[in-house]
């Protein structure tokens, strides 16, 4: 299964239902979190999904699959994960400031899921703007 598509707009769901995800979605609409990772061989390949691409807009959805936000790429880039930067890092919004503590909080995540990963594995880092913010509509 590949990306939902959602008002037209491929989607995007942050962590996993419930309060990760919640909070994740919360990060987004008040400007905090700006970008976003992914494992490229399970979060894309798996499922036959392109990268996104500089402005494509996407649905984000809360943990009921409802379009809360409209998301627009601004950059979009596939790097080994030992190469993530400090700026992408940041970017995220999720309280790491190096690619170090990026690498330390994705790994055991990844894993648990059954992800291979090692400084090799291809990670898609995602740059976006929060374009729409639908919670009050």
């Avoid at 992914?38 to 943990?63: I, T």
Wanted: glycine share 12%; charged share 25%; aromatic share 10%.
């Amino acid at each position: 299964m590949g990306f939902p598509i959602v008002n037209g707009m491929r989607s995007i769901e942050f962590g996993t239902k419930g309060p990760n995800r919640e909070k994740l979605n919360a990060l987004v609409l008040d400007g905090t979190k700006r970008a976003t990772a992914g494992h490229f061989e399970n979060d894309y390949q798996v499922h036959g999904e392109p990268l996104e691409h500089v402005g494509e807009k996407l649905a984000m959805l809360d943990s009921e699959g409802n379009h809360v936000g409209t998301l627009e790429i601004t950059r979009a880039e596939l790097v080994r994960f030992a190469d993530v930067t400090d700026e992408f890092a940041i970017a995220e919004g999720e309280g790491d400031f190096t690619g170090d503590e990026f690498r330390t909080g994705y790994l055991p995540g990844w894993l648990n899921m059954g992800y291979q990963v090692n400084g090799d594995t291809i990670v898609s880092c995602v740059y976006f703007e929060l374009v729409e913010d639908l919670r009050s509509l």
